[in-house]
């Protein structure tokens, strides 16, 4: 099944977001209703949407985290959006 998602450009300009940054960014947002729930989903789901592997979508939610664009909310495969 397809999964579909928005790029706002916003996400671009504002955040200066690129690339699986960029993918993984828009798809969480999305999956979590424009940043207002917990996204449940998880690395496997985030590979399929991104079409790469686990190990590079763990290496670009580590910089998401690190820009404090997502944070952790109780555990690895859960993530909260903190949109700036």
């Known amino acids: 099944m397809a999964k579909k998602f928005e790029i706002y450009d916003w996400m671009m300009k504002d955040m200066g977001l690129s690339g699986n940054e960029l993918v ?11 940043g207002t729930e917990v996204f449940t989903g998880g690395y496997v789901e ?34 909260t959006l903190k949109i700036a």
């Open 46 to 79: 985030l590979s399929s949407v991104m079409n790469t592997t686990i190990p590079t979508v763990y290496n670009t939610i580590k910089k998401l985290r690190d820009r404090q664009l997502v944070e952790p909310d109780g555990g690895m495969d859960r993530l």
């Open 24 to 34: 993984a960014f828009a798809y969480l947002y999305g999956a979590t209703k424009k």
